[in-house]
């Protein structure tokens, strides 16, 4: 019976330590063949002189020209060709893993669970029943961890690619004259106010009644950059995560967030977005949900508009062929996102490892390190039917937004002391006025 036990125990020991994310060899894909009028099932092995080569389920080699398949397959087989070609010159291709701290609880209390049993059968002392509890407990406490939370370590693969030069990024933060920059060995940091220098919420037509606020991104809430980006094994799929929290930060500043808003719509088609790709959350934060093209002028042409917050910059829109995660490898072996027209707009999965915020769970993991907001009023609720029409700087921190709901007109005159006092007065199409004010907790 120990015997027998032993073996269970070491088996249970051995699955958290051999097991990694994802399986071994290339997924099976549906191709479209139009000249030929065939759909296939089939592994993709390789592209070479403009012929493909396929892999059916019954393990025989195909052959086709690459003129065969669709614009789509086209562009998916040039990007699996660029990622082979860079993952075969540089470093090996193989995973990196460890075990995190909620296996060890699981190896640990294994171990414990192992000792109380035998120790419990041949002495029966009471002190090895509790020790078996306290060892049960922390598998379960592993257990929960590492199966049915989002993992912190991601697996990554060991291909490198090119760490990002810091006078390269200053270079293209150092545009913007209210955002900051500063890097230690890991990180490259941004600051900035939250607040754009363009034209804000003009065109939302679907509001809940937030308006642009400062908000400290400096310090310990900057916002952060890796230096060294790392590939995973498996990109996370922005469809399913990231629905909380910024994934991108703009050059200007001002953080992008996943273009599905938290309850997975696309902001912009039910539009929530201005003009610009923004608007503002509960905390009264501007934020694009989109690419922010528009600074593409101010940036310079072929340079980055932001960085991913795993490290891979985004570009704006090209012709070049773009995988499925809307990026592209380059000859040097780095990596970028680019902006497209239609959902899914830009990023569709994170290529690069992320840590995630620990009290999160998909869809709505959240990306760390990640910048705070703290807003100054209580959230509202949508105003349906409401349309913003204007949105203009009266002076320096005060603003004016105007919108119209049934027909009628109604303005929003509001702004902020460097005391940390916040004014709002609200005018009915009447002339009446109400007005309210707060005091930030966490000023400038």
Same mark, same amino acid.
């Given at each position: 019976?120990?015997?027998?036990?032993?073996?269970?125990?070491?088996?249970?020991?051995?699955?958290?330590? !051999?097991?990694?994310?994802?399986?071994?060899?290339?997924?099976?894909?549906?191709?479209?063949?139009?000249?030929?009028?065939?759909?296939?099932?089939?592994?993709?092995?390789?592209?070479?002189?403009?012929?493909?080569?396929?892999?059916?389920?019954?393990? +025989?080699?195909?052959?086709?020209?690459?003129?065969?398949?669709?614009?789509?397959?086209?562009?998916?087989?040039?990007?699996?060709?660029?990622?082979?070609?860079?993952?075969?010159?540089?470093?090996?291709?193989?995973? +990196?893993?460890?075990?995190?701290? +909620?296996?060890?609880?699981?190896?640990?209390?294994?171990?414990?669970?192992?000792?109380?049993?035998?120790?419990?059968?041949?002495?029966?002392?009471?002190?090895?029943?509790?020790?078996?509890?306290?060892?049960?407990? !922390?598998?379960?406490?592993?257990?929960?961890?590492?199966?049915?939370?989002?993992?912190?370590?991601?697996?990554?693969?060991?291909?490198?690619?090119?760490?990002?030069?810091?006078?390269?990024?200053t270079s293209i933060f150092g545009v913007f004259e209210?955002?900051?920059?500063?890097?230690?060995?890991?990180y490259f940091y941004i600051e900035s106010d939250g607040?754009?220098?363009?034209?804000?919420?003009?065109?939302?037509?679907?509001?809940?009644?937030?308006?642009?606020?400062?908000?400290?991104?400096?310090?310990?809430?900057?916002?952060?950059?890796?230096?060294?980006?790392?590939?995973?094994?498996?990109?996370?799929?922005?469809?399913?995560?990231?629905?909380?929290? +910024?994934?991108?930060?703009?050059?200007?500043?001002?953080?992008?967030?996943?273009?599905?808003?938290?309850?997975?719509?696309?902001?912009?088609?039910?539009?929530? !977005?201005?003009?610009?790709?923004?608007?503002?959350?509960?905390?009264?934060?501007?934020?694009?949900?989109?690419?922010?093209?528009?600074?593409?002028?101010?940036?310079?042409?072929?340079?980055?508009?932001?960085?991913? /917050?795993?490290?891979?910059?985004?570009?704006?829109?090209?012709?070049?062929?773009?995988?499925?995660?809307?990026?592209?490898?380059?000859?040097?072996?780095?990596?970028?996102?680019?902006?497209?027209?239609?959902?899914?707009?830009?990023?569709?999965?994170?290529?690069?490892?992320?840590?995630?915020?620990?009290?999160?769970?998909?869809?709505?993991?959240?990306?760390?390190?990640?910048?705070?907001?703290?807003?100054?009023?209580?959230?509202?609720?949508?105003?349906?039917?409401?349309?913003?029409?204007?949105?203009?700087?009266?002076?320096?921190?005060?603003?004016?937004?105007?919108?119209? /709901?049934?027909?009628?007109?109604?303005?929003?005159?509001?702004?902020?002391?460097?005391?940390?006092?916040?004014?709002?007065?609200?005018?009915?199409?009447?002339?009446?006025?109400?007005?309210?004010?707060?005091?930030?907790?966490?000023?400038?």
């Amino acid at each position: 019976m120990k015997q027998l036990i032993l073996i269970f125990l070491i088996q249970i020991i051995s699955f958290p330590l !051999l097991a990694h994310a994802g399986g071994h060899g290339t997924p099976s894909k549906t191709w479209e063949l139009e000249k030929e009028g065939v759909v296939l099932q089939a592994n993709f092995i390789q592209a070479k002189d403009g012929v493909v080569y396929l892999r059916d389920e019954n393990h +025989a080699i195909l052959e086709f020209s690459m003129e065969n398949f669709s614009k789509k397959d086209q562009q998916y087989i040039s990007a699996k060709s660029n990622w082979i070609q860079t993952a075969n010159t540089t470093n090996e291709f193989s995973y +990196a893993y460890s075990p995190n701290f +909620a296996q060890w609880f699981i190896i640990v209390g294994i171990f414990m669970v192992l000792f109380s049993i035998f120790r419990f059968v041949s002495q029966g002392h009471s002190v090895q029943f509790v020790y078996g509890l306290l060892g049960f407990a !922390l598998v379960m406490v592993g257990c929960e961890n590492t199966f049915f939370s989002e993992p912190e370590d991601l697996a990554v693969l060991s291909t490198k690619v090119p760490a990002n030069k810091v006078d390269f990024l200053t270079s293209i933060f150092g545009v913007f004259e209210d955002v900051k920059t500063r890097h230690d060995d890991q990180y490259f940091y941004i600051e900035s106010d939250g607040i754009p220098e363009h034209e804000m919420m003009t065109g939302i037509t679907n509001w809940q009644q937030q308006v642009p606020i400062r908000h400290d991104y400096t310090g310990e809430n900057s916002w952060a950059i890796p230096i060294q980006p790392q590939l995973l094994v498996e990109p996370l799929s922005a469809k399913t995560n990231f629905m909380k929290g +910024a994934i991108a930060i703009a050059a200007n500043g001002i953080p992008i967030f996943n273009p599905l808003n938290n309850r997975g719509e696309d902001a912009n088609a039910i539009g929530e !977005l201005d003009r610009w790709g923004g608007h503002c959350g509960r905390a009264d934060d501007y934020h694009y949900h989109l690419a922010p093209t528009h600074l593409q002028a101010q940036v310079g042409a072929d340079k980055p508009i932001a960085y991913a /917050l795993d490290g891979f910059p985004v570009y704006g829109e090209t012709t070049a062929p773009l995988d499925e995660y809307l990026g592209r490898f380059n000859p040097d072996s780095s990596y970028q996102y680019h902006a497209v027209k239609e959902y899914p707009y830009l990023i569709a999965g994170m290529r690069g490892k992320v840590t995630f915020n620990p009290r999160t769970k998909a869809p709505e993991n959240e990306i760390m390190p990640q910048a705070k907001t703290k807003g100054v009023r209580p959230a509202l609720r949508p105003l349906r039917g409401a349309a913003i029409t204007s949105f203009k700087t009266i002076q320096p921190n005060q603003y004016a937004l105007t919108y119209t /709901l049934d027909g009628k007109t109604f303005v929003i005159n509001y702004g902020w002391e460097e005391s940390g006092m916040y004014n709002f007065e609200f005018v009915n199409p009447d002339g009446t006025k109400k007005q309210s004010s707060y005091q930030h907790t966490n000023r400038h």
